[in-house]
């Protein structure tokens, strides 16, 4: 079992920067590839990064490629998202989830969700 809880969300103009953190709990969490998605109003959540159990792999959706960054801490049993050069269009809700699944670009592929941090990014 694993829990998920999201921060680091906010306001900030285009061009910004925002780094995303996703504090997990259960003693399992290093077994566990995670990812982020974003669900933006009216429109369909959408992948945007995942990182494997140890951190050798990531994979990014084309939109996140070169501006966002997905890392982890497996000691402190976290999860971050680097995003850079932000745009309007990236404002949307963002969810941190865990998988067992590599690599998992669905939210069929991930069986742990976190309640999720608003990004709003102005123009």
């Known amino acids: 079992q694993v829990q998920l809880v999201e921060s680091g969300g906010g306001l900030v103009q285009a061009g910004g920067s925002l780094r995303l953190s996703c504090a997990a709990s259960g003693r399992t969490f290093s077994s566990y590839a995670m990812g982020w998605f974003r669900q933006a109003p009216g429109k369909e959540r959408e992948f945007v990064a995942a990182?494997?159990?140890?951190?050798?792999?990531?994979y990014y959706a084309d939109s996140a490629k070169g501006r966002f960054t997905i890392s982890r801490d497996n000691a402190k049993n976290t999860v971050y998202l680097q995003m850079n050069s932000l745009k309007p269009e990236d404002t949307a809700v963002y969810y941190c989830?865990?998988?067992?699944?590599?690599?998992?670009?669905?939210?069929?592929?991930?069986?742990?969700w976190g309640q999720g941090t608003q990004v709003t990014v102005s123009s």
């Open positions: 989830a865990a998988t067992l699944k590599w690599p998992g670009v669905t939210g069929y592929d991930y069986a742990y």
């Open positions: 990182i494997r159990w140890s951190g050798g792999s990531r």
